[in-house]
């Protein structure tokens, strides 16, 4: 297997990253190179997503995941902030092709990488079956398998399996003898022995771990060792995880990890180097339902963007143009200030798209109940659009009002 040593040959120069080390993590396993760093990102956010399970929300606005507005500006985020890629929470569904597909062109344009966790476990948390694993991978490789914006470790995509510790060998098997090496194949097991169990399988591990607490398990940088060197004594590639802090009460969870403004990152991240990753998943871009999030937001705006900057050597992303009422209020968009006119019209042709398939898959009923209005096109439209900042309002409405015009039967 080659995918150890090529991945070691795109680690970047040195450079002095343990000055942000706040507690010690194991001497003989730390290093003082950087590494890649990905952070797990969602596609699943619509309009109604915002009013469950929530206690902060971004400061881009409680925004869909249909909106390229919203992805290029994450991506510039993120790239500024030195992150290497997004690691996209994926399984094939309409809305989740349809999103990917859009974060595809989107992290293109800017030579942004992008990975998969695919999500192999229900809602209930059981497996899914390994025939839909299966045709869902293999039909994953076969759109985006010479597609470089997936080439994070050489010239096959980067997938790993969410839940793979709930398979057994055969499951696993059968599902490899499909894809065959059509891509990397992650597990997402969770300690070294259960690796082992299942290593000829999988060509390395990545393990989300969001809710460990630093402060009362000092030695867990000693489990993340273990699981790295057996992955590697395989020849595969680990992915070690550092978060900022988990607070998922809100989903059942009982277990809270507080921030200490950023001292738990700052562990956790060292927690993840000392354990000698191939790159390192920050986790979370946008779980805001677990709290385990990066992206700016009302409550830490850009604390831990720029936290994790000055840990990769990026600078800090310019959040000041947006409100810290959680809803978007930059400039208006208008051929003015700077802003050429093609940027401005190609912005609102995309706003205008993403209203119409937003609002095209909501329905008029849908939207006329969650707003609580007659089943009038315009007043729902209006309704829709209202929640973007005022720029994005007429493009957003215009396509949305199309589109519940086109399902009443009156596409004037």
């Given at each position: ?208 771990w969001s809710s460990v607490n630093p402060s009362t398990y000092p030695d ?193």
């Amino acid at each position: 297997m080659t995918a150890r040593p090529l991945a070691a040959a795109l680690c970047a120069p040195a450079t002095a990253f343990l000055l942000m080390i706040s507690s010690p993590a194991p001497a003989a396993a730390a290093r003082t190179t950087p590494i890649r760093a990905f952070a797990y990102y969602y596609i699943w956010f619509d309009a109604n997503s915002w009013s469950r399970a929530k206690t902060d929300f971004p400061l881009l606005g409680r925004y869909s995941s249909d909106e390229r507005i919203v992805m290029r500006q994450h991506v510039t985020w993120a790239k500024q902030a030195g992150l290497s890629g997004f690691i996209v929470s994926w399984k094939s569904t309409p809305t989740l092709d349809r999103r990917l597909a859009r974060l595809v062109t989107t992290a293109t344009a800017s030579r942004f990488r992008l990975a998969i966790i695919y999500q192999g476990l229900d809602f209930e948390r059981r497996p899914l079956p390994a025939s839909r694993i299966a045709d869902d991978l293999t039909k994953f490789a076969y759109r985006y398998r010479n597609n470089p914006v997936f080439h994070v470790f050489g010239r096959r995509p980067l997938v790993i399996w969410s839940g793979s510790w709930k398979f057994t060998r055969p499951q696993i098997a059968r599902v490899r003898r499909e894809i065959g090496d059509s891509i990397y194949l992650l597990a997402s097991e969770r300690n070294a022995d259960d690796y082992r169990r299942v290593a000829d399988l999988f060509d390395g591990d990545a393990y989300y771990w969001s809710s460990v607490n630093p402060s009362t398990y000092p030695d867990y940088p000693k489990k993340l060792v273990a699981i790295g060197a057996a992955v590697h004594a395989r020849g595969g590639l680990w992915i070690a995880p550092a978060a900022p802090g988990f607070d998922a009460r809100l989903i059942g969870g009982k277990t809270v990890v507080g921030r200490a403004d950023g001292n738990t990152f700052r562990r956790e991240f060292a927690g993840a180097l000392a354990s000698s990753p191939d790159a390192v998943g920050v986790i979370s871009w946008n779980e805001f339902s677990e709290n385990s999030q990066i992206e700016p937001s009302v409550r830490y705006r850009d604390r831990y963007l720029s936290l994790l900057a000055g840990v990769l050597g990026g600078r800090a992303p310019a959040v000041g143009a947006f409100s810290s009422e959680g809803q978007r209020s930059p400039t208006p968009l208008r051929a003015a200030d700077g802003v050429r006119a093609r940027q401005v019209r190609e912005s609102n042709e995309q706003l205008f798209d993403s209203g119409y398939e937003t609002c095209a898959a909501l329905g008029l009923a849908r939207l006329a109940r969650q707003y609580a209005l007659p089943r009038r096109p315009e007043a729902a439209a209006r309704a829709y659009a209202g929640q973007f900042e005022p720029a994005m309002r007429a493009g957003t409405y215009r396509g949305c009002v199309k589109a519940l015009r086109e399902s009443a039967g009156n596409p004037r």
